[in-house]
């Protein structure tokens, strides 16, 4: 195999942390209504949010009390959108997700499914590196926005 994505997704076994662009976050934040006040998921250089957890900061770990944006690592998809919603629950947060929808695995069904908003992407993203710029290869797989609301 020997496609554009398939190099994406080799890469993602080295580097699993990719930034979200500034006009996919500008375009959830203004078409759905949402101000997320936490960037649950980023790096110094990559947060979308002034509050924000890194790798340091063991978000996985953190009470996510206000309305929260999430772009989570691939590698751990699982573990993220179990707690995202978990946080959801616990705290009646909006939260907003920013992942690839592969809607046939256990998490999207357990976490996603009748439980939030699904709203796909037209087309791949190209995801930010480590430095702020665009990914030379789209995503291996199309993305979509999960939002849990506050009741």
């Known amino acids: 195999m020997s496609g554009k994505s398939v190099q994406h997704l080799s890469s993602i076994n080295v580097r699993d942390e990719w930034g979200t662009p500034h006009e996919i976050f500008d375009y959830a934040v203004k078409k759905f209504d949402i101000v997320p006040i936490l960037d649950v998921c980023a790096t110094f250089l990559n947060r979308k949010c002034a509050l924000f957890h890194s790798k ?3 978000a996985l770990e953190k009470n996510w009390v206000h309305t929260w944006w999430m772009n989570p690592p691939y590698s751990e998809i699982s573990t993220w959108m179990k707690y995202a919603y978990e946080q959801h629950l616990k705290h009646n947060v909006t939260g907003i997700a920013l992942i ?6 256990r998490y999207w069904h357990d976490y996603v499914e009748g439980k939030a ?3 796909f992407i037209k087309g791949r993203i190209k995801f930010l590196d480590e430095y702020g710029f665009p990914s030379k290869n789209s995503a291996p797989y199309p993305s979509c926005f999960v939002i849990w609301r506050s009741k």
Do not use: L
């Open 117 to 119: 908003e699904v709203h």
């Open 100 to 105: 690839y929808s592969k809607t046939d695995t």
């Open 56 to 58: 340091k900061d063991s």
